[in-house]
């Protein structure tokens, strides 16, 4: 799972087997560790609530997502979850998408769970 940070926007991209393990309940979790034992994580799951949610507390970003809406996503041909949330005077988006292969880098970079991408697109 990849996180990316740009503006007031975040955004998590998930490959297939993410998307499968995600879509059978599972959690998915990644940790970045700095210097002096620093950390910040970032957690992706599924609830039964109908809205979906995120939140930052201890060093922990956890977003939220409706089981149904994370099936019906992982299966079909749309590439991503988007929603927004209120932070204090301004407005989080959040994205959930499909980690699209990229074939302009170097085969070794290449991720071979990535989904596959629309012919005529590169990266």
């Not at 769970?113 to 990266?123: L, V």
């Given at each position: ?9 975040l ?15 599972a ?74 292969e ?6 070794e970079?290449?991720?071979p ?11």
């Open positions: 799972m990849k996180l990316r940070f740009r503006k007031n926007s955004r998590l991209r998930v490959n297939r087997r993410e998307a499968e393990r995600l879509s059978s309940g959690i998915l979790e990644e940790e970045i560790r700095f210097p002096e034992n620093a950390r910040i994580s970032y957690v992706l799951k599924t609830s039964s609530d109908p809205s979906p949610g995120v939140c930052f507390r201890d060093g922990v970003i956890r977003v939220t997502a409706p089981e149904a809406l994370v099936r019906d996503w992982a299966a079909g041909d749309s590439v991503g979850i988007y929603f927004e949330v209120p932070a204090d005077s301004a407005v989080l988006q959040v994205a959930i998408e499909k980690d699209l990229c074939i302009d880098i170097p085969a970079e290449r991720d769970d990535a989904f596959p991408r629309s012919e005529g697109k590169n990266c």
